[in-house]
């Protein structure tokens, strides 16, 4: 079942939405009919013309110098073998996906359908003047090696086939610092590759380059043990063959030291393993199943180092440490090549990196306490924000050395800068978010969980560690969906309120006690109970959940009542509000009140502006804040205005360590300049607000949706803000992804309240001053 249920979420993944996984997006301004006439015809000519006359002013005025072209022909498709090119289109979307995370690289994907040579060079070749660089992916050997020579030959961009120098990049990486670990010299390894395609052959020529012997080396295919008295042996394997007396992997793997799979899945034994010399070094690399399950090799023996191309267990060696960062370091000095200085750069910077201190996002990211230099960790992990400043750096300072630069950077200050900033945006600090959750995942009750969107919701928290699940409702419902949609929420503990008449008394019994002057009778109270919300906020509130999730199903004010009357909001706030992350392509901006308070009172903003900036805080973001209206600075003199002026003027006053300023327009406060040139005295002016205080529920919420509907944003929210306890309510209808962003928060919203984290000030609250 778990297999099926995975396989089905991989094709919902691709399949949902908008088919595939990437789009093209304009850079440009696109809504007039202006900008239409400069981004087409008439304007267009003028730099079509700068270009004719000029071939290199192709980089200035088009996306070429940042536009990879990842191509294959689906010859040799992961370790799936020849599935041909529209089977292999995932995976080329795939790596245009990671390129552009990891590297900020735009990628069109070719899949051509030519297997000849002579052809797929030509077609390759042609393509020259629309890229910056060409990824040659999934080529099968032995075509694939002389593909790449001829294009290295006739072009003039950096062209790499991943499969071989990629891989080889990376496994020498990791190489190099397992031998340190098991304290193996690189000239005496004996090594054995199994496989001896794109991947194998190109790591074995690095290995040797690196040091290795090519004596020491034995290379096996599908008819095992490459011998030099094999007869017609393509060149390439024949420049592996060995003169040793041995035909099969299990023969050649004994006493040996390192073992290199680059072949297929499950074709290595542990009695294999068993047989290696002391403390061995095994690369698994096959994709998607390595050539022995990693838990079958570590069981094998306890001296090995154990490495597969797989994310979900430790030391991951596969291309996706290098690829987006290689070509980053090529494109930005415009090398027309990637040469043999560049590769070995780049190997002695990934290796290096593995034995720097991890950053604590790195640590939170893996959900692990200390990663650390190691039989667990010889490589760095994919989500290293360091990767892409150490690798292209090297990578873009190797093809300056080397002379194959056409661009030459002198402020490597200003490079590095320019390279973490690519790294930022939306996607970045959710999965920043979402890493802190899963550093301490924490019980989360669903109050609705005899609905389908719930449970799946809950089953991706489970699998990704972000929290540990409760599932509130009839057990018998709740089941049956499980079974009918094939989730997998064994373990996870589902709890019926009708079936806990011992915790249903507890609970009324508190419920009464605190609403029994304000018309609560414990009849009413028991009867109340019935209600999930209630009862999962009484879990909550008894510390038999850390929060509660609910709100999918019923409307906000029936699923927020519950979690006031057993909760109630923290100490010194007497009202809650609502807050909603909006991932902007300009990054998080926050938005608040959109969801409680209707027509807040100047004093009521004052408490709300300083809820925001207490919660926007505890994201790890400075709040820069704009009290919103239609009006800049006095220029209106309307009833809104005013409140929102006044307002202002008392956190000035009270609270001079803030930053905030208004009122004002929104477009002033989110531009770059707007603010700075017209209202330079601003406490904005130097950079745009990431959090905006509407002046009442009316602005807020409209402009939420609007943004939400028009694709303009991704709205993580509401996020409740000032109960004592964490209760999160999604919105009616909202998605799987929605309600595992808000789980999420969930998560966050109770670490940083069980940290003690006392609140600095009160939020919307009229007792500051007594704090
Ligand atoms: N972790 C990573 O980053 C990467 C992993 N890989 C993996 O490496 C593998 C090979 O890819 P690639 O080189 O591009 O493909 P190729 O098609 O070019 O080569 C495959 C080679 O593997 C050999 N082979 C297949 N099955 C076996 C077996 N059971 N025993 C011995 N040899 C076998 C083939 O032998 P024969 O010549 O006899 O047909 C061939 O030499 C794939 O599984 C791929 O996923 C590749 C690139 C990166
Ligand atoms: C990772 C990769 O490129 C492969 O398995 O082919
Ligand atoms: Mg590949």
């Not at 002033?668 to 005295?681: C, Q, R, T």
């Amino acid at each position: 079942m778990s297999k099926i249920n995975r396989k089905q979420d991989a094709l919902d993944y691709h399949s949902q939405g908008r088919p595939g996984k990437i789009e093209v997006i304009p850079t440009k301004p696109t809504n007039s009919q202006r900008d239409l006439a400069l981004a087409y015809s008439p304007g267009v000519a003028e730099p079509c013309l700068k270009i004719a006359d000029h071939k290199e002013d192709v980089y200035k005025y088009t996306a070429k110098g940042n536009l990879v072209a990842v191509i294959s022909n689906g010859t040799a498709v992961l370790g799936l073998g020849n599935i041909g090119p529209e089977a292999s289109k995932p995976v080329m979307e795939g790596k245009g996906l990671l390129f552009k995370i990891f590297a900020d690289i735009d990628v069109f994907d070719l899949e051509l359908d030519a297997t000849n040579v002579d052809e797929f060079v030509s077609i390759v070749k042609a393509l020259e003047p629309t890229f910056g660089g060409v990824n040659l992916e999934d080529i099968k050997a032995p075509e694939c090696f002389e593909i790449e020579r001829r294009l290295k030959e006739v072009m003039n961009i950096p062209v790499m086939h991943d499969d071989q120098h990629g891989t080889a990049i990376i496994s020498a990486a990791a190489l190099l610092n397992a031998c340190e670990l098991q304290k193996k010299k690189i000239a005496q390894i004996k090594i054995v590759v199994n496989g001896a395609g794109a991947a194998a052959i190109s790591c074995s020529r690095l290995y040797i380059s690196l040091g290795a012997k090519k004596e020491n080396l034995v290379m096996c295919d599908r008819s095992g043990v490459i011998r030099n008295t094999r007869e017609n042996l393509d060149p390439t394997k024949a420049e592996f063959a060995t003169a040793r007396n041995l035909s099969t992997l299990a023969e050649a793997l004994k006493d040996a030291d390192v073992f290199i799979g680059l072949s297929s899945a499950d074709c290595v034994t542990a009695e294999m393993l068993k047989s290696m010399a002391r403390n061995p070094i095994v690369f698994a690399m096959a994709n998607p199943n390595p050539e022995i399950a990693y838990e079958l090799a570590v069981s094998s023996r306890k001296d090995l180092i154990m490495a597969t191309g797989r994310s979900d267990y430790p030391n991951q060696v596969n291309n996706v440490l290098g690829f987006p960062y290689i070509f980053r370091g090529a494109l930005d000095v415009r090398a027309t090549g990637i040469n043999e200085p560049m590769k070995i750069a780049a190997v002695r910077a990934i290796a290096e990196l593995a034995k720097k201190s991890v950053p604590e996002a790195v640590n939170m990211a893996y959900n692990e306490r200390n990663i650390k230099f190691g039989k667990e960790y010889i490589i760095p992990k994919p989500m290293d924000s360091r990767l892409i400043t150490n690798v292209s750096m090297a990578v873009a300072k190797a093809a300056i050395d080397s002379g194959i630069a056409r661009k030459i950077i002198t402020d490597w200050d200003a490079y590095a800068e320019e390279l973490k900033q690519r790294l930022g945006g939306d996607d970045a600090i959710m999965r920043a978010i979402t890493n802190k959750a899963k550093s301490d995942p924490k019980r989360v009750v669903f109050a609705e969980a005899d609905n389908y969107k719930i449970l799946k919701a809950a089953q991706i928290v489970k699998d990704e560690n972000i929290a540990i699940p409760i599932l509130l409702g009839n057990k018998e419902v709740i089941q049956q969906i499980i079974e009918e949609t094939a989730l997998e929420l064994e373990g996870v503990l589902i709890i019926d309120p009708f079936q806990e008449p011992e915790r249903m008394a507890k609970y009324s019994e508190s419920l009464y006690q605190k609403r029994q002057r304000k018309g609560i009778t414990l009849f009413e109270a028991t009867k109340l109970m019935r209600d999930r919300n209630y009862f999962g906020s009484s879990m909550v509130e008894f510390g038999e959940a850390d929060a509660m999730i609910s709100g999918l199903t019923k409307n906000y004010a029936s699923t927020i009542k519950p979690a006031l009357q057993i909760i109630g909001t923290e100490a010194g706030v007497n009202r809650v509000a609502g807050m909603y992350m909006m991932m902007t392509k300009k990054g998080p901006v926050f938005f608040g009140d959109t969801t409680v308070n209707v027509d807040p009172t100047v004093q009521e903003l004052v408490d709300l502006t300083l809820l925001l900036e207490r919660s926007v805080a505890k994201f790890n973001i400075q709040p820069r804040i704009a009290l919103l209206s239609y009006s800049n600075f006095g220029s209106n003199d309307g009833v809104v205005p005013q409140k929102v002026r006044q307002a202002v003027k008392i956190l000035h006053d009270k609270h001079p360590e803030i930053l905030v300023d208004g009122e004002m327009q929104a477009n002033f406060a989110i531009s770059n300049s707007l603010l700075k040139d017209n209202f330079p005295f601003s406490r904005l002016a130097e950079s745009p607000a990431n959090t905006l205080v509407f002046p009442n529920l009316e602005s807020g919420n409209i402009a939420y949706k609007l943004l939400q509907e028009l694709g303009e944003a991704e709205a993580v929210g509401p996020i409740l803000l000032g109960l004592k306890k964490p209760v999160h309510i999604v919105q009616l209808g909202s998605s799987v992804r929605e309600i595992v962003n808000m789980v999420t928060i969930a998560v966050l919203d109770v670490q940083g309240k069980q940290a003690g984290a006392k609140p600095k000030r009160t939020g919307l609250l009229r007792k500051t001053s007594k704090e």
